[in-house]
């Protein structure tokens, strides 16, 4: 059983949270580039929302959205963590940075999909499967104090199944561009309550009713850990709270989908860093 939520956008295949929500406030302009590349053996897209302006928070906010498109597409299938193209280096424009990485990221694709291809040759017969990486830096969310991005990638090498990467969603303060850091250092202990309660929501919208101790059977834990880790992806904002997401088996198995939930602010407000207080509006 998967419980999320898989939906063709823009020719991507794009895993929605059932939690996530999006409001707009006034416009923060950006820029959209979209491209794709298909051959007998892979399959490359790429879909990047850049900031177009020129202000502090436009400039801040687009460098570190370089540096993710960076970390995805220069290290596809890098199981050593080597980098295999260089990363970009000047002043481009945002369609002159993601040809580079379309164009670089796309080869490097299809050389490894095409060597797969033919050792697999050697040994089956009939149809060999494909390799296939979509990419995605949107923005989702636009308010007057903060704008949100998000991105998730889809991979498949031809195994049993593909999965869902990337960085998540990336909260940055709407006037400075600074990354916002919605909780306090060291709340995982007081934080167990509401992890709780919000992972066996997330399993009882699929009709399976846990309590606390069947929960901790049924997540896929290290036998030493004693308490539900947060989530390696940070949380953002919604119109109902704050939203949290595991990603493919960080917690649970691959049937378990990615769980999420949302905290509502009044829930999640002792945990709150100042910052995301004022950012938003809870001061």
């Given at each position: 059983m998967n419980h999320s939520f898989l939906i063709a956008l823009g020719g991507f295949a794009i895993m929605i949270v059932a939690a996530s929500c999006n409001y707009i406030g006034k416009s923060f302009k950006t820029e959209t580039f979209s491209a794709?590349?298909?051959?007998?053996?892979?399959?490359?897209?790429?879909?990047?929302?850049?900031?177009?302006?020129?202000?502090?928070?436009?400039t801040n906010i687009r460098k570190e959205l370089i540096d993710v498109m960076d970390s995805q597409l220069a290290f596809i299938d890098s199981y050593e963590g080597d980098r295999v193209f260089p990363a970009f280096e000047g002043d481009g424009n945002n369609e002159q940075i993601c040809n580079y990485y379309k164009e670089n990221a796309a080869k490097h694709l299809r050389a490894l999909a095409g060597q797969d291809a033919a050792e697999r040759a050697e040994y089956f017969d009939g149809?060999?499967?494909g390799w296939e990486y979509d990419f995605s830096l949107t923005k989702t969310a636009d308010t007057l104090g903060y704008v949100v991005f998000q991105n998730l990638d889809y991979i498949y090498t031809g195994g049993a199944h593909g999965g869902m990467i990337g960085h998540g969603d990336m909260t940055f303060d709407r006037k400075t561009g600074e990354r916002i850091k919605f909780l306090d250092d060291d709340i995982t202990g007081a934080m167990q309550p509401l992890l709780v309660k919000g992972l066996i929501s997330y399993f009882s919208e699929y009709g399976e009713q846990m309590t606390e101790e069947s929960l901790m059977e049924h997540l896929m834990l290290w036998e030493e850990i004693t308490q539900i880790p947060l989530p390696t992806w940070d949380p953002h904002p919604s119109a109902d709270g704050l939203v949290f997401t595991y990603q493919q088996y960080e917690i649970a198995s691959y049937a378990d989908g990615m769980p999420n939930f949302t905290v509502p602010y009044e829930e999640i407000r002792p945990f709150l860093t100042e910052k995301a207080l004022k950012v938003l509006d809870l001061l």
């Open positions: 794709g590349d298909t051959t007998a053996h892979s399959s490359f897209s790429m879909k990047v929302e850049l900031p177009a302006g020129k202000d502090e928070a436009s149809d060999i499967p």
